[in-house]
């Protein structure tokens, strides 16, 4: 007797037992087992590494938003406030006009730089 035949007759005892359930599943044949199906070795995972990265990309948006809102809150009405009474009106005319009296553009000098290929020589 060989090995599968006691498998099998071990097989069909346990079939008696259980009432016929493991002749369903095929147990007591002498036929291979079939080998593992597609889906289940690399559709499944495939499916699962999607859903499982869907819901950490979603986390990590959620928190990246909500980072994003708190940076870029609404302003009370105290504060707007504030910054109104900051913000002093300039007048282009009148800042030129208070340049062109700290400059005196009558008296000036030209003054050369030093270049680069020169050496410290005094500027003359």
């Known amino acids: 007797m060989t090995f599968m035949d006691t498998i099998c007759d071990s097989s069909i005892a346990m079939a008696d ?3 016929g359930a493991a002749l369903v599943l095929g147990v007591h044949s002498n036929k291979p087992l079939p080998k593992m199906n597609g889906f289940l070795k690399v ?5 699962l590494f999607l859903v499982a990265g869907s819901y950490g990309l979603t986390q990590f948006t959620s928190i990246r938003i909500k980072k ?3 940076k870029n809150r609404m302003l009370t ?3 707007t ?10 007048v282009v ?3 030129y006009e208070q340049l ?3 400059l005196d553009i009558n008296n000036w000098e030209n003054k050369r730089g030093p270049r680069p290929w020169e050496e410290n020589i005094s500027n003359k």
Not at 43 to 47: A, N, T, W
């Open 93 to 95: 005319e009148e800042e």
């Open 17 to 19: 037992r259980l009432g």
């Open 100 to 102: 062109m009296e700290s």
């Open 43 to 47: 559709g499944l995972p495939m499916i």
């Open 77 to 79: 009405a105290e504060e």
């Open 68 to 70: 994003r809102d708190e």
């Open 81 to 90: 406030l504030s910054f109104q009474k900051a913000k002093k009106v300039v």
